[in-house]
């Protein structure tokens, strides 16, 4: 039996005015018969199914823009590459310590050490030689090993620091000196087609994983002693300034590089013989840890090219609104506050992050990783142990997360709060690699730069030069606002079902007001209403006149 108006509960007849007033597509079919069976149900079901998938998508939306509000844009226009610097280039052998030198400074140790009171360190100088090897773990590769326990690494310690007055030695200075001269190995090179000096144009520097040369180098000395920094000052300020301007051939560098004798070579860990380049902004620290650049394995006996292609990045003044989280870099003063100097870089960054995580974990910082004169605890021979330890915190990783221990996984995530710069220049390379055709004239070559070069000792040349003419520019623009955000909204809604925000209103409305007032109405009626009243809406609205005229005759 159908159920009679006047007998329809109210909260259905709410629904019925609902779905008969309401601004939403798709609500009205609900109201209708269909001679199709579940067609209703069918119909609800798409429209739920629309419902949850829209608000799905705008979830979505609101959780990017939350992460990053700020949308990258390319710029049009084409920047012309003499407005980039052009990096420095770092030339390292894989002899990290030369033989040669490395027995005459055992010598000196050893005469020093039998003409004092000191424990005998080694038997011969050739022990002695074999010893100092020890200095070339400070660059801490993840594959080395312990060479000599913690009494053997005291004694030596002593005796250094007797050969040097008890005034404190230098790891990265003693390394310095073990290490084959830029003379030696990059021998020649042509800068805008013309011959220079290479000795004046390359500063033999310390870097974190070796002593390489450095070409166009801008960074100021890291020595501990002020006149060691003061001189490597000096001689950086004496090196002639190189300005690149375009791809012509003749605005490349080209060096020719030469490998030390194969008798020269020590027993330090390598894992090959090729020469390495490190390619770093000019103001860095090379360090081959954090580099974006990586490092570049120049085999003996070829000839490589790099094309360095650079693209300019700036971000808009509306950018500084967004936190540095958010919008995931630095501006130069944020950067500057950061470090609390006024040079910032990502690489700079990490690099004073590995300094403090060191400096956590032993209480003073591997010489050849710290790149700057600050005032640190240097780690001594006898800090080595303990430095070898970090390294395999620092280093270490495991594919199984939960089964790194508490230590590991605070190493790996201390650093999150360095950033790239807002506002630079980022630079990418490739490698064009051809042989250096081998001669075996006792002569050598006979024309080119290799001219009169033989091949006794292993040959390489590198050549330098921007890749093309013009950059690209991208900007950084503050586009996704609240506004933007709410126009998507908009459209999904619309787009879907005719939905807006009136629509959020009128569903509110319903379920607040009405609703509310529907309750209030059943919990005060105590006895059943007359007849009279059964078709009288709540809220005392309007009867149609129909209905009136039937309360009447019934009465």
């Not at 609902?18 to 601004?23: D, E, P």
């Not at 003499?82 to 420095?88: G, R, Y």
């Not at 500084?320 to 690489?347: I, M, T």
């Amino acid at each position: 039996m159908p159920l009679r108006v006047d007998d329809e509960p109210q909260y259905r007849r709410l629904f019925r005015e609902f779905l008969r007033q309401s601004y939403i597509n798709g609500l009205h079919p609900l109201l209708y018969r269909s001679p199709v069976r579940y067609a209703k149900t069918l119909w609800l079901a798409l429209l739920t199914a629309i419902v949850i998938y829209t608000h799905i998508v705008i979830v979505n939306l609101t959780q990017e823009y939350l992460v990053q509000p700020t949308e990258i844009h390319l710029a049009p226009d084409l920047v012309h590459v003499a407005n980039s610097p052009f990096p420095a280039v770092g030339v390292c052998t894989a002899n990290k310590i030369s033989r040669r030198l490395l027995r005459d400074y055992a010598v000196k140790l050893y005469h020093h050490q039998s003409n004092s009171t000191l424990q005998a360190v080694a038997l011969n100088v050739d022990d002695m030689a074999d010893r100092l090897l020890v200095l070339a773990q400070f660059y801490l590769n993840p594959f080395e090993t312990d060479r000599w326990n913690a009494t053997e690494l005291e004694l030596l310690h002593r005796l250094l620091s007797s050969y040097y007055n008890n005034v404190g030695y230098s790891v990265r200075d003693i390394l310095r000196r073990l290490s084959p001269d830029c003379g030696e190995l990059v021998i020649r090179g042509i800068v805008f087609g013309l011959p220079v000096n290479t000795s004046q144009m390359f500063l033999k520097r310390p870097t974190s994983s070796n002593v390489c040369c450095i070409f166009n180098y801008r960074r100021t000395s890291y020595s501990r002693f002020a006149d060691q920094r003061a001189k490597d000052d000096a001689e950086m300020k004496a090196v002639p300034k190189v300005v690149f301007e375009s791809n012509s051939i003749l605005n490349s560098v080209q060096f020719v590089l030469q490998d030390t004798p194969a008798d020269d070579f020590t027993n330090t860990l390598r894992t090959n013989n090729a020469f390495q380049l490190t390619i770093f902004p000019q103001e860095d620290y090379a360090t081959v840890q954090s580099t974006s650049l990586g490092e570049i394995l120049v085999d003996h006996n070829t000839i490589v090219e790099i094309p360095i292609q650079p693209m300019f990045f700036s971000s808009s003044e509306e950018v500084r609104s967004v936190p540095p989280q958010k919008r995931r870099c630095y501006y130069p003063e944020e950067g500057s506050r950061l470090l609390n100097q006024s040079y910032y870089s990502l690489d700079e960054c990490l690099l004073l992050c590995r300094i403090k995580s060191m400096m956590d974990h032993c209480g003073c910082v591997s010489p050849p990783m710290v790149g700057s004169s600050i005032n640190l605890a240097y780690c001594m021979l006898p800090d080595l142990p303990c430095l070898l330890r970090w390294k395999s915190i620092w280093y270490g990783y495991n594919e199984f997360s939960y089964l790194q221990n508490k230590e590991e996984q605070v190493a790996q995530r201390q650093c999150e709060h360095c950033l790239p710069t807002c506002n630079g220049v980022s630079l990418s390379i490739t490698t064009n690699v051809a042989p250096l055709r081998l001669t075996y004239n006792s002569t050598g070559y006979f024309t080119g730069l290799l001219k009169g070069l033989t091949n006794e000792r292993p040959l390489a040349i590198i050549k330098l030069f921007f890749k093309l003419r013009f950059a690209q520019a991208t900007k950084s623009q503050l586009v996704s606002t609240w506004v933007v955000l709410l126009n998507r909204f908009g459209g999904i809604l619309s787009l879907m079902y005719g939905f807006s925000i009136v629509s959020y209103i009128e569903i509110l409305y319903y379920l607040t007001g009405k609703w509310f007032v529907y309750i209030c109405r059943s919990l005060k009626e105590t006895k059943p209403r007359k007849r009279s009243r059964a078709y009288s809406l709540y809220w005392h609205e309007l009867m149609p006149k129909g209905l009136k005229i039937m309360s009447r005759i019934r009465n």
